[in-house]
Structure formats: C-alpha cells, structure tokens
C-alpha cells in the first residue's frame, strides 16, 4: 500500500472512532473534525476535489458543534 493511501485510510478510520467516540466527551467532537480535515487533505492530495470539500465542510461543521458543546458544559 502506497503511503497516500496508508494515510486517507487512516484518515477515514479515525474518522469512524472519533464519530462512534463523540457522546462520551466533547474533545472527541474536536478530533473528529480534525480527522475530516486529515480525510480533506488525503482527498486534496489524491485529486479528488468534490471530497476534498465536503470533507473539510464536515470539519467545520464538527467544529462547531465542538464550541456549542463547551459551551453548554
């Protein structure tokens, strides 16, 4: 397996841990839209640019859920 795949791989898998992860702490919220973001880069990388958006918009979207989850406590 070649390196870029090795790493969208991983990226997607830490995607589904961080996602089946987040109930339990909001600090998984915040891994999760890292992950995506890992996923939006690998996409990047290997040239596909429609993931490459809607992960990144994931991401974001992850990101706030994460600031209205601190938030609340």
């Known amino acids: 397996m070649d390196p870029l795949t090795a790493f969208g791989l991983a ?5 589904l841990a961080f996602y089946t992860l987040e109930e339990r702490s909001p600090k998984f919220v915040f891994m999760f839209a890292l992950a995506c973001w ?3 880069s690998y996409a990047w990388m290997a040239g596909t640019w429609p993931f490459t958006l809607i ?3 994931w ?4 990101l706030q ?3 209205r989850r601190r938030a609340i406590g």
């Open 65 to 67: 859920r994460f600031a």
């Open 11 to 15: 990226s997607v898998a830490a995607m």
């Open 55 to 57: 992960e990144a918009i």
């Open 59 to 62: 991401g974001a979207v992850a």
């Open 38 to 40: 890992a996923a939006a």
